[in-house]
């Protein structure tokens, strides 16, 4: 072991960092308080046992001090966690709310693709709302008055922050606690300007003028990314489009984040060294690299604040600058150790960041690069001295190796978030990376320069054709047989043994990387075997569907919304048109119910489901309760409704959230085994709880007696 990592010793310091994001990762999935406050007191009562043994640190071996590290930084991990949710803990709305919302604009984002502008308002004290609110205002209502700033009033409809729809979907009350989000809803009417606000900030305004700019001068889809790529407005991006990009494995264009970033710092760079190298007395005067380095930095700094400074934008200009940092001192940039620093440093700021889609992702990324672009077989490859046809077909050899083996290495994360990864972003990609980088985004930078002068119409054509060319590359790729493939969600386990297998893989450098195969096909072999789910209720009681293995997926209503819609099909890992209950020959319906039977694992399973809030005489319901195995109602059912096995109403919707259920071994999963522990649930549950007691407690008081 000791001579192992001897050998591996220039990595050692990398592991650091997963350690601490091991202890965040631990905040997240284990049930409450008390289990973290044992991880840590584990962590450092192990760190401290292993110092008591070998008496100092001068004393230790190695591996001694890998462990020493590795627990401290664990227990770290999940004690800074620990304190960024409670110093951002704002109570949520405990239940609907309607009146006169008056307060002042923290932000604004105008979505004009869906015809909206979203604000962050802070309500004034005396209404008794969460600190912060988030609320859509229909275009046609909008008002030039409506900016960062001013303090309006207008009618308002708020909701608590929205759980998890269903077991392993995505929760924006998780997200709405970090961003101290108390509340969401819209805006009824036109808003009554109070207060004029300020002046804009000088990065707000150049971006919003900016991107109007980009848009008239590209028109239609091609100029919401246009925009988007220049100045990080995703809003006037059609859903067509986003949902293109998405399931063709193009939709990392469409974030600010490394690939942009990268592109303008190292255009400044090069231009920048190139320029000033005209000038032998410049040359000889300055270190160049470090000049150009600052440039760089300077353009980085910049356009970070000009596209809105978003975590995954800083996040990556923040590991640019430690790379531009590494050539002004003649370090190799190139180095898991520079990923490692960047990533501790958003991990410090924003810890909650490691469980979402976009860390993971853009870090995985960069890790699976470097790796690859590292090893000694691609470095001989990189350094061959070949003619212009070989140094070509090098280029479009690493690009299609870089990107298919990003496409692996991202597969896993989007399943576990998604449930769905697409199969032809290697080949996408290998088209539109270099597209974006070398041809649409240098023709946008000078096209807008040219606008100066009056002169960038013709460049602007360009580029509209070249983005139409991204667009169409996307749509094909999307909509090509099997583009995407459908998994139903596994659960933090099976995603951990990915994690830890790839950065088993990615993070050594002698020939023990190979162990990392073992967990990952594990993984593979988790993901194979995990069964959809049978039937899915939402945790509203509204919807309900039955997924039937090779079969279309029935729904309760015909008129499911289109969130609600794409929740239940990615829960259910199916893609097609799915079929409305009373359409269904195998389903039994009356105005109030429908019953039907599923086939288990050992027998047959019966369910009843209420379709809507209709009174049914109680004895009825009783005697139909007793003979199913399971009844699902989006109301509350009377006790004397006894289902041989299982019965979900409103009561246990309120405590449990959505369920997702497994006829073969009679299991149910629920969205509360998620969160529950959690004080983004805990107090959700907690007030509304409280909420129900009072309404029940006005009631008795205004009864007659």
Same mark, same amino acid.
């Given at each position: 072991m000791?001579?192992w990592?001897?050998?591996?010793?220039?990595?050692?310091?990398?592991?650091?960092?997963?350690?601490?994001?091991?202890?965040?990762?631990?905040?997240?999935?284990?049930?409450g308080?008390?289990?973290?406050a044992?991880?840590?007191a584990?962590?450092?009562g192990?760190?401290?046992?292993?110092?008591?043994?070998?008496?100092?640190?001068?004393?230790?071996?190695?591996?001694?001090?890998?462990l020493?590290?590795?627990?401290?930084?664990?227990?770290?991990?999940?004690?800074?966690?620990?304190?960024?949710?409670?110093?951002?803990?704002a109570?949520?709305?405990?239940?609907?709310?309607?009146g006169?919302?008056?307060?002042?604009?923290?932000?604004?984002?105008?979505?004009?693709?869906?015809?909206?502008?979203?604000?962050?308002?802070?309500?004034?004290?005396?209404?008794?709302?969460p600190?912060?609110?988030r609320?859509?205002l229909?275009?046609?209502?909008d008002?030039?008055?409506?900016r960062?700033?001013?303090?309006?009033?207008?009618?308002?409809?708020?909701?608590?922050?929205?759980?998890?729809?269903?077991?392993?979907?995505?929760?924006?009350?998780?997200r709405?606690?970090?961003?101290?989000?108390g509340?969401?809803?819209?805006?009824?009417?036109?808003?009554r300007?109070?207060?004029?606000g300020?002046?804009?900030?000088?990065?707000?305004?150049?971006?919003?003028?900016?991107?109007?700019?980009?848009?008239?001068?590209?028109?239609?889809?091609?100029?919401?990314?246009?925009?988007?790529?220049?100045?990080?407005?995703?809003?006037?991006?059609?859903?067509e489009?986003?949902?293109?990009m998405?399931?063709?494995?193009l939709a990392?264009?469409?974030?600010?984040?490394?690939?942009?970033?990268?592109?303008?710092?190292?255009?400044?760079?090069?231009?920048t060294?190139?320029?000033?190298?005209?000038?032998?007395?410049?040359?000889?005067?300055w270190?160049?690299?470090?000049?150009?380095?600052?440039?760089?930095?300077?353009?980085?700094?910049?356009?970070?604040?000009?596209?809105?400074?978003?975590v995954?934008?800083?996040r990556?200009?923040?590991?640019?600058?430690?790379?531009?940092?590494?050539?002004?001192?003649g370090r190799?940039?190139?180095?898991?150790?520079?990923?490692?620093?960047?990533?501790?440093?958003?991990?410090?700021a924003?810890p909650?960041?490691?469980?979402?889609?976009?860390?993971?992702?853009?870090?995985?990324a960069?890790?699976?690069?470097v790796?690859?672009?590292?090893?000694?077989?691609?470095?001989?490859?990189?350094?061959?001295?070949?003619?212009?046809?070989?140094?070509?077909?090098?280029?479009?050899?690493?690009?299609?190796?870089?990107?298919?083996?990003?496409?692996?290495?991202?597969?896993?994360?989007?399943?576990?978030?998604?449930?769905k990864?697409?199969?032809?972003?290697?080949?996408?990609?290998?088209v539109?990376i270099p597209? #974006?980088?070398?041809?649409?985004?240098?023709?946008?930078?000078?096209?807008l320069?040219?606008?100066?002068?009056?002169?960038?119409?013709?460049?602007?054509?360009?580029?509209?054709q070249a983005?139409?060319?991204?667009i169409?590359?996307?749509?094909?790729?999307?909509?090509?047989?099997?583009?995407?493939?459908?998994?139903?969600?596994?659960?933090?386990?099976?995603?951990?043994?990915?994690?830890?297998?790839?950065?088993w893989?990615?993070?050594?450098?002698?020939?023990?990387?190979w162990l990392?195969?073992?967990?990952?096909?594990?993984g593979?072999?988790?993901?194979?075997?995990q069964?959809?789910?049978?039937l899915?209720? #939402?945790g509203?009681?509204?919807?309900?569907?039955?997924?039937r293995?090779?079969?279309?997926?029935?729904?309760?209503r015909?008129?499911?919304?289109?969130?609600?819609l794409?929740?239940?099909?990615?829960?259910?890992?199916?893609?097609?048109?799915?079929?409305?209950?009373?359409?269904?020959?195998?389903a039994?319906?009356s105005?109030?119910f429908?019953?039907? #039977?599923?086939?288990?694992?050992?027998?047959?399973?019966?369910?009843?489901?209420?379709?809507?809030?209709?009174?049914?005489p109680e004895?009825?319901?009783?005697?139909?309760c007793?003979?199913?195995?399971?009844?699902?109602?989006?109301?509350?059912?009377?006790?004397?409704?006894?289902?041989?096995?299982?019965?979900?109403?409103?009561?246990?919707l309120?405590?449990t959230?959505?369920?997702?259920?497994?006829?073969a071994?009679?299991?149910?999963?629920?969205?509360?085994s998620?969160?529950?522990?959690?004080?983004?649930?805990?107090?959700?549950?907690?007030?509304?709880?409280?909420?129900?007691?009072?309404?029940r407690?006005?009631?008795?008081? #205004?009864r007659p007696?």
């Amino acid at each position: 072991m000791e001579r192992w990592l001897l050998a591996e010793r220039d990595q050692l310091p990398v592991w650091i960092v997963v350690a601490f994001a091991a202890g965040i990762a631990l905040w997240f999935l284990l049930p409450g308080s008390d289990w973290a406050a044992a991880v840590i007191a584990l962590g450092l009562g192990g760190a401290l046992m292993v110092l008591a043994v070998r008496r100092s640190w001068a004393a230790m071996e190695l591996g001694a001090r890998c462990l020493f590290l590795g627990l401290l930084m664990l227990a770290a991990g999940c004690a800074h966690m620990a304190w960024r949710a409670d110093r951002v803990a704002a109570d949520p709305l405990a239940a609907p709310w309607f009146g006169l919302l008056t307060g002042r604009i923290e932000s604004r984002e105008t979505l004009p693709a869906r015809k909206l502008v979203r604000l962050i308002i802070a309500p004034a004290p005396a209404l008794g709302l969460p600190p912060r609110v988030r609320v859509n205002l229909d275009m046609a209502l909008d008002d030039a008055g409506v900016r960062p700033g001013a303090i309006i009033a207008a009618r308002a409809r708020l909701m608590p922050p929205a759980q998890a729809a269903l077991p392993g979907g995505y929760s924006f009350a998780q997200r709405a606690w970090f961003d101290r989000l108390g509340a969401t809803g819209s805006l009824l009417d036109r808003p009554r300007i109070v207060k004029p606000g300020g002046q804009a900030s000088p990065f707000d305004s150049l971006r919003a003028r900016l991107s109007a700019h980009i848009q008239a001068s590209v028109p239609g889809g091609a100029g919401g990314i246009a925009a988007t790529l220049a100045t990080g407005d995703r809003g006037a991006i059609s859903e067509e489009d986003a949902e293109a990009m998405r399931r063709s494995g193009l939709a990392h264009l469409l974030s600010i984040s490394g690939l942009h970033v990268t592109a303008l710092i190292g255009a400044v760079w090069l231009i920048t060294l190139r320029l000033l190298a005209l000038f032998p007395l410049l040359a000889r005067a300055w270190r160049l690299p470090l000049v150009a380095a600052g440039a760089g930095a300077l353009a980085g700094i910049g356009y970070t604040l000009l596209t809105g400074a978003e975590v995954p934008t800083i996040r990556s200009c923040a590991a640019a600058l430690l790379v531009l940092l590494a050539l002004a001192l003649g370090r190799d940039p190139v180095s898991p150790r520079l990923i490692a620093a960047g990533a501790m440093l958003v991990l410090l700021a924003w810890p909650e960041a490691l469980m979402g889609p976009s860390f993971q992702l853009s870090f995985a990324a960069v890790t699976a690069i470097v790796a690859l672009h590292d090893h000694p077989v691609m470095r001989r490859w990189a350094a061959e001295d070949l003619s212009w046809p070989g140094r070509v077909a090098r280029f479009l050899g690493l690009t299609f190796l870089t990107g298919l083996l990003i496409e692996f290495t991202l597969m896993p994360i989007a399943l576990h978030h998604f449930g769905k990864a697409g199969l032809y972003g290697a080949l996408a990609n290998m088209v539109a990376i270099p597209l #974006t980088t070398f041809v649409i985004m240098p023709i946008e930078a000078l096209a807008l320069l040219l606008d100066l002068a009056g002169l960038g119409a013709p460049l602007w054509w360009l580029c509209g054709q070249a983005l139409q060319l991204l667009i169409a590359l996307a749509h094909l790729a999307a909509d090509a047989p099997g583009a995407v493939a459908l998994f139903p969600r596994t659960g933090g386990h099976v995603f951990a043994l990915f994690v830890l297998g790839g950065l088993w893989l990615a993070l050594w450098r002698t020939r023990g990387r190979w162990l990392g195969l073992l967990p990952v096909a594990l993984g593979v072999t988790g993901v194979m075997l995990q069964p959809a789910p049978d039937l899915l209720v #939402t945790g509203d009681g509204q919807h309900v569907a039955v997924n039937r293995s090779g079969d279309p997926m029935v729904l309760l209503r015909r008129g499911t919304g289109d969130y609600a819609l794409q929740s239940l099909s990615e829960s259910a890992a199916f893609d097609g048109e799915a079929l409305a209950i009373e359409d269904w020959p195998e389903a039994k319906c009356s105005p109030e119910f429908c019953a039907f #039977t599923l086939q288990g694992q050992a027998r047959d399973v019966s369910i009843l489901v209420g379709r809507n809030r209709e009174r049914v005489p109680e004895r009825a319901l009783a005697a139909a309760c007793r003979r199913t195995d399971i009844v699902i109602a989006g109301r509350w059912l009377p006790r004397s409704c006894r289902p041989r096995w299982l019965k979900i109403d409103r009561a246990r919707l309120d405590r449990t959230g959505g369920i997702a259920v497994y006829l073969a071994d009679q299991t149910a999963r629920t969205v509360a085994s998620d969160h529950e522990g959690h004080p983004w649930w805990d107090r959700a549950m907690a007030l509304r709880k409280a909420a129900r007691e009072a309404q029940r407690a006005e009631r008795l008081s #205004t009864r007659p007696r």
